[in-house]
């Protein structure tokens, strides 16, 4: 089992800055892919970034050249710098790894709230 400890939700007024920290513990033997997604209301989860572990990166059109995705590998832990933010970020945002101890499953975040106001 993965534990997940997130921080960095809030709210932020549009224009505005947050990061996202996500850090994984429990049974790891290695953490592949990391990356964030959110869900608004009333809306499917969607991804927006992703990171691998030798740190390519994947952004959804939306976030491209506000987000900036990052990780410590060290620390097992994923960063999500959002700058720029809109209202139509607001989301609850849920982080993501691909983790293995021998056979490889996905491993979710609880989630953390993101209100952007007007």
């Known amino acids: 089992q993965v534990q997940w400890a997130e921080s960095g939700g809030g709210l932020v007024q549009a224009g505005g800055s947050l990061r996202l920290s996500c850090a994984a513990s429990?049974?790891?033997?290695?953490?592949?892919?990391m990356g964030w997604y959110r869900q608004a209301p009333g809306k499917q989860r969607e991804l927006a970034a992703t990171?691998?572990?030798?740190?390519?990166?994947n952004y959804a059109d939306s976030v491209k050249g506000r987000f900036t995705i990052s990780r410590d590998n060290a620390k097992n832990t994923v960063y999500l710098q959002m700058n720029s933010l809109k209202t139509e970020d607001t989301a609850v945002y849920y982080c993501y790894a691909r983790v293995t101890r021998g056979l490889w499953y996905d491993s979710w975040g609880q989630g953390t709230q993101v209100t952007v106001s007007s």
């Open positions: 429990g049974s790891i033997s290695l953490i592949g892919t």
């Open positions: 990171n691998t572990r030798d740190e390519r990166t």
